[in-house]
């Protein structure tokens, strides 16, 4: 039985979708914090699960008989600025008890890290598996907290614990939670809406990102690897592609030819500066055989067709030849 955490987010609608369709809506149960909203996907099992409550933890771990933890509940970089006690609180606090409850239970746990973890002294072009963590965001802090806290527990408890650097995240089906790549997304529905989008950091800033659909199957690759073949147990590094702001918006005038962008920078252009462009992930590669499928252009391509839908638009690429 699969326990996911956090699962109404910008990722968990998503994992949630493909892990029903794996094994079957009856062995997925999602949690979160919030009621589930109607709009948003998950149809299977929903329950309430605040991570920081370690009996309600416990509870829901007993009572569904739970083999597996998708551990998504998260606060990111944007809002981990505006409410730092918080993301500690849930970040580091709600990891801790899902990997001690993980340890007395054999349970297996994937928890997704972040690009975050870098900083200012890390080389931000082809940022190495092994290269140095010194972030300067709450967000990106604990992230670097997490990852040695999965390594220790998988080294001293032997817990099966996989996780993942996400990049920037970009998708349709729920809206991102407050994070410094949400701009990425907000861009594809504000050229389809209003025709214009102000972004709130600058043209020139360049952040690795990848599809929602590589992100699903990164995650499902990883949990299905043999354990033998996983030599890294803080966080792996993935990456799909890399695009500046400006570039995104000339990519998206391919299809919307009309839209127009404005740039006003602002808190969130100074966690961006912090971190890679761009992101090597040969350690990845070698071990769990990971490789995207979507390109920038594809992804593109594939979030207008979603968001014209989803907005209630004619879809701006069915009369442009496609791009690849
Ligand atoms: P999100 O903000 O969209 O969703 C997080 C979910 O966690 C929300 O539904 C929220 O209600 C829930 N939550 C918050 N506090 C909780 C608590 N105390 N108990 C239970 N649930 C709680 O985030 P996301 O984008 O889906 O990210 C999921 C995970 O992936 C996070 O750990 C995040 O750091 C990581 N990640 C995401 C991205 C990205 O681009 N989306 C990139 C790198 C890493
Ligand atoms: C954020 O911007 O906070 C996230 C991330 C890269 O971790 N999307």
């Keep these: 039985m699969i326990l996911v955490t956090g699962a109404l987010g910008q990722i968990g609608v998503d994992l949630v979708e493909r892990l029903e369709r794996m094994h079957g809506p009856e062995n997925v149960i999602a949690t979160d914090l919030r009621a589930r909203q109607p709009k948003v996907g998950l149809n299977g099992r929903f329950d309430h699960l605040d991570v920081t409550d370690r009996d309600e933890l416990d509870r829901i771990l007993d009572a569904k008989k739970i083999t597996t933890v998708y551990h998504l509940a998260g606060i990111l970089s944007a809002k981990g600025e505006e409410k730092p006690d918080l993301c500690w609180r849930v970040n580091i606090n709600g990891l801790k008890s899902v990997l001690s409850a993980a340890q007395k239970r054999g349970l297996k746990v994937f928890w997704p890290s972040s690009i975050a973890v870098f900083g200012h002294n890390t080389p931000r072009d082809d940022t190495p598996q092994s290269a140095v963590t010194d972030p300067s965001t709450m967000y990106g802090i604990t992230k670097v907290m997490g990852e040695l806290l999965c390594r220790y527990y998988a080294e001293r408890y032997s817990v099966d614990i996989r996780s993942i650097r996400f990049p920037g995240i970009i998708s349709y089906n729920a809206p991102p939670g407050g994070g410094t790549t949400d701009f990425a997304v ?90 890679p462009r761009t992101i090597d992930d040969s350690t990845a590669r070698r071990d769990w055989n990971w490789k995207p499928e979507f390109d920038l252009h594809a992804m593109a391509r594939d979030m207008l067709e979603n968001v014209s839908r989803a907005v209630g638009t004619p879809s701006p690429t069915s009369s442009v030849s496609r791009h690849k």
Excluded at 186 to 195: T, V
Excluded at 223 to 241: D, G, Q
């Design 186 to 275: 907000d861009m594809f529905f504000q050229a389809l809406e209003s025709g214009t989008y102000e972004c709130f950091v600058a043209p020139k800033t360049r952040l690795p990102m990848m599809y929602m659909d590589d992100a699903v199957k990164s995650v499902i690759d990883l949990m299905a690897a043999k354990s033998k073949h996983i030599t890294v147990r803080t966080s792996y590094n993935v990456t799909a592609f890399s695009f500046s702001a400006e570039e995104l918006v000339a990519v998206i005038r391919k299809y919307v030819s009309e839209f127009e962008c404005t740039y006003r920078p602002d808190f969130r252009q100074e966690i961006a500066d912090t971190w």
